[in-house]
């Protein structure tokens, strides 16, 4: 079935139908998501590096970026639309 065809089978839904679509489709993209880090393997200087990124950032020994500052940043530079 083509997007299109599905966009416009799913407006003939109630809006509680609809919801439970959306919901399906997050809960699907969620449990690739998962799977696609389950499935990940990192070495153990990697696991060590990420484990002090995050320690790091607790301590507040490092300054983080807020996303919406980093996606204008990425905007204004590459023209990127988010």
């Known amino acids: 079935m083509s997007i299109e065809l599905l966009k ?4 003939q ?7 439970e679509f959306v919901q399906f489709i997050l809960d699907s993209l969620a449990r690739e998501e998962k799977n696609r880090f ?14 002090s990124r995050v320690q790091a ?6 300054a983080t970026i807020p996303a919406s500052k980093v996606k ?3 905007k204004r530079k ?4 988010s």
């Open 57 to 62: 950032i607790k301590d507040e020994q490092v």
């Open 8 to 11: 416009a089978a799913t407006l």
């Open 13 to 19: 839904l109630d809006r509680i139908d609809r919801i």
């Open 78 to 81: 590459y023209g990127f639309d």
């Open 38 to 51: 389950e499935n990940m393997s990192l070495s153990k200087e990697q696991i060590t590096t990420a484990k």
């Open 72 to 74: 204008e940043r990425l």
